[in-house]
Antibody, heavy 122, light 109 residues
């Protein structure tokens, strides 16, 4: 049974750095084809893809946010960490992590976490 | 900046058929973009429906189908049920990085 759970601060101040952790079970990120991605959704708005890390440590970032994002993994803890620097009120959103399967035929998300709401305010 | 475009809203009658589309600002969508489709209901996390253009997940009802149509990715719902009222998002991959569409709000009326 695959599960993912996001954790991190509910409130951050402008200019601070946000650190979010995705803790997962039911699969190993050291196994071929396994990847984890981060996605966010501002209240009432659309989903926005942020970053992804693959089993072979390949990393991909959103073009518009890549200067502010860092993704990393700790396979021994079954965790993926996302950091976002210089937070702004427009970064207020629910942040989701999800599992990606990377196959020869393409990549796809199958399982999602429940998300965690992060508010940026002084 | 790559933009993925979906219809903002569509309305369908119960039992009817509706097609949602997903276009890329870079040109025609092909299977190489690994089109994914997701359903999201208010207050819930998204749920995966379709992957790599036309494959259903084990939990996806058969009334949902994916395809390529006129240079776009498409999601067709046949025999729409009231519980299909939701927001639908497509996701395309560009060299490993993903871009979501703006979502389609589907109303069943």
């Amino acid at each position: 049974q695959v599960t993912l759970r996001e954790s991190g601060p509910a409130l951050v101040k402008p200019t601070q750095t946000l650190t979010l952790t995705c803790t997962f079970s039911g699969f190993a990120l050291s196994t071929s084809t396994m990847c984890v991605t981060w996605i966010r959704q501002p209240p009432g708005k659309a989903l926005e893809w942020l970053a992804r890390i693959d089993w072979d440590d390949e990393k991909y970032y959103s073009t518009s946010l890549k200067t502010r994002l860092t993704i990393s993994k700790d396979t021994s803890k079954n965790q993926v960490v996302l950091t976002m620097t210089n937070m702004d009120p427009v970064d207020t959103a629910s942040y989701y992590c999800a599992r990606i399967r990377r196959l020869q035929s393409g990549s796809y998300i199958d399982f999602w976490g429940l998300g965690t709401l992060v508010t940026v305010s002084s | 900046q790559t933009v993925v475009t979906q219809e903002p809203s569509l309305t369908v009658s119960p039992g009817g058929t509706v097609t949602l589309t997903c276009a890329s600002s870079t040109g025609a969508v092909t299977s190489g973009y690994s089109p994914n489709w997701f359903q999201q209901k208010p207050g819930q996390a998204p749920r995966a429906l379709i992957y790599t253009t036309s494959n259903r997940h084990s939990w996806t009802p058969a009334r949902f189908s994916g395809s390529l149509l006129g240079g776009k990715a498409a999601l067709t719902l046949s025999g729409v049920q009231p519980e299909d009222e939701a927001e639908y998002y497509c996701l395309l991959y560009y060299g490993g990085a993903g871009v979501f569409g703006g979502g389609t709000k589907l109303t069943v009326l």
